[in-house]
Every structure is written in structure tokens, then in C-alpha cells.
């Protein structure tokens, strides 16, 4: 299994980002694929999810309404799009395939390899 992140950058606040993931040697559609972040000397922490079909989607309180999951099964890819980017945005951001929806990040079984978002002030 490979899930390849990228889209990550450097913005100023209030920008906008789009992530990618694409995935390959799972089964896609039966996965859900989640998004998590992890800054300098933090946990990583969960920041979004989509379900199979993408018909639910789940976000962490502080990027509800700024950041957008969804999926292109079609293309085994999953997106974040995200937008009102702030400094405490910052972090390294990856995504994560599980069977079922889950917002511990040890509870996913497949990750990537991460991409850098830098958001300055």
C-alpha cells in the first residue's frame, strides 16, 4: 500500500491550499481516508475524515468551515482543500487509510509520507 501526499506550500494568512493523496494497492473505495497534522513539538492530531463514498465527512472543531475533505474514487485520490489559512495551521500534514472511521491516529493502519504547509502572518 502507498499513499503519496502533496500540495503543501507556503502561504500567507488567508490563503489557500489544496492536498492531494493518491493511493495505490488497496482497495480505495473501502477505505476511509482520513487527514491528520502534526507541528514541531506536537502530536500529530486528526483533521479530517470521509467516508467510503464520501458520503460523511467529519473535521476538527478548529478547521470546520475553512477546510473541505473529499474523494475521487474513480482516481483512488482524497483532497483538503483549505481555505482562511492561519499561522496555527502549520504543520506537516498527512493522510491515513482505515477500515472504519476512527479519529485516533493509531488506529490507522497506512500512511503517507507527509507534506509541509507553512502559513505566515
Known amino acids: 500500500v502507498q499513499l503519496q501526499a502533496s500540495g503543501g506550500g507556503s502561504v500567507q494568512a488567508g490563503g489557500s491550499l489544496r492536498l492531494s493523496c493518491a493511493a495505490s494497492?488497496?482497495?480505495?473505495?473501502?477505505?476511509?481516508m482520513g487527514w491528520f497534522r502534526q507541528a514541531p513539538g506536537k502530536e500529530r492530531e486528526f483533521v479530517a475524515a470521509?467516508?467510503?463514498?464520501?458520503?460523511?465527512?467529519y473535521y476538527e472543531d478548529s478547521v470546520k468551515g475553512r477546510f473541505t475533505i473529499s474523494r475521487d474514487n474513480a482516481k483512488n485520490t482524497v483532497y483538503l482543500q483549505m481555505n482562511s489559512l492561519k499561522p496555527e495551521d502549520t504543520a506537516v500534514y498527512y493522510c491515513?487509510?482505515?477500515?472504519?472511521?476512527?479519529?485516533?491516529?493509531?488506529?490507522?493502519?497506512?500512511w503517507g509520507q507527509g507534506t509541509q504547509v507553512t502559513v505566515s502572518s
Open positions: 491515513a487509510a482505515q477500515i472504519n472511521y476512527e479519529v485516533a491516529p493509531r488506529r490507522y493502519g497506512y
Open positions: 494497492g488497496l482497495r480505495f473505495s473501502r477505505y476511509v
Open positions: 470521509i467516508t467510503y463514498v464520501g458520503a460523511s465527512t
